[in-house]
């Protein structure tokens, strides 16, 4: 709760120092986001955009909320919007690649997520696990337990020990 209480401080400090602008609304969209009121977020977002149109964290933020609030299509044009400034990024493209495997558009998923591949050191495991995922619904079992394997660390649930387990008995290794 202390912490809470110096984070409130903190952004309201901030706030005074840059009333209405861009970084506070991308700062509030990051906030509302990771509590899970996603709509607040967007709006936020929106606000950031309204002042910078172009602005690659505000336009990664309103496509991630759009992700995180089950809006795959809206995330997909925002994010197409957010390549198009940098097509390099790496988690603008890791959400690409997430969005089309939330649609098993594995083909065009692949692209990204091996752009993403070039992300944070802590995020590795997780590509891995969805480049493993996306290798398995194109029949690609073998790349796909590779993958799968490297993503392990990302496993918080055995989903993923599940599906190596399946990818192994189809391989006829029991």
Same mark, same amino acid.
């Given at each position: 709760?202390? *912490? %809470?209480r110096?984070?409130l401080?903190a952004?309201?400090r !901030?706030?005074?120092l840059?009333p *209405?602008?861009g970084? /506070?609304h991308?700062l509030?969209? $990051?906030i509302?986001?990771?509590?899970?009121q996603f709509?607040?977020?967007q %709006?936020?977002y929106?606000?950031?955009? %309204?002042?910078?149109p172009n602005d690659?964290?505000a336009?990664?933020?309103?496509?991630?909320?759009y !992700? $995180? @609030?089950?809006k795959?299509?809206?995330?997909i044009?925002t994010?197409q919007?957010a390549l198009?400034?940098?097509?390099? @990024?790496?988690?603008? *493209?890791l959400?690409? +690649?997430?969005a !089309?495997?939330?649609?098993?558009k594995f083909? %065009?998923?692949?692209? !990204?997520?091996l752009?993403?591949?070039?992300?944070?050191?802590q995020?590795l495991?997780?590509?891995?696990a969805l480049?493993g995922e996306?290798?398995? +619904?194109?029949?690609?079992?073998?790349?796909?337990?590779?993958q799968?394997?490297?993503?392990?660390e990302? $496993?918080q @649930?055995? /989903?993923?020990h599940?599906?190596l387990a399946?990818?192994?008995?189809?391989?006829? *290794?029991?």
């Amino acid at each position: 709760k202390a *912490n %809470e209480r110096l984070a409130l401080a903190a952004l309201s400090r !901030f706030q005074q120092l840059e009333p *209405n602008s861009g970084r /506070s609304h991308i700062l509030l969209g $990051d906030i509302y986001r990771q509590r899970g009121q996603f709509d607040n977020a967007q %709006e936020e977002y929106a606000k950031a955009l %309204e002042i910078s149109p172009n602005d690659p964290a505000a336009l990664l933020g309103l496509a991630s909320a759009y !992700f $995180d @609030d089950a809006k795959i299509d809206q995330s997909i044009q925002t994010a197409q919007k957010a390549l198009a400034l940098d097509p390099e @990024d790496p988690e603008t *493209n890791l959400l690409m +690649g997430e969005a !089309f495997m939330t649609q098993h558009k594995f083909a %065009e998923a692949e692209p !990204f997520l091996l752009k993403s591949l070039h992300a944070k050191p802590q995020m590795l495991p997780h590509v891995h696990a969805l480049l493993g995922e996306a290798y398995a +619904g194109e029949g690609r079992t073998q790349e796909a337990i590779s993958q799968i394997k490297m993503g392990l660390e990302s $496993d918080q @649930d055995g /989903s993923l020990h599940y599906q190596l387990a399946r990818l192994y008995g189809k391989t006829g *290794n029991k």
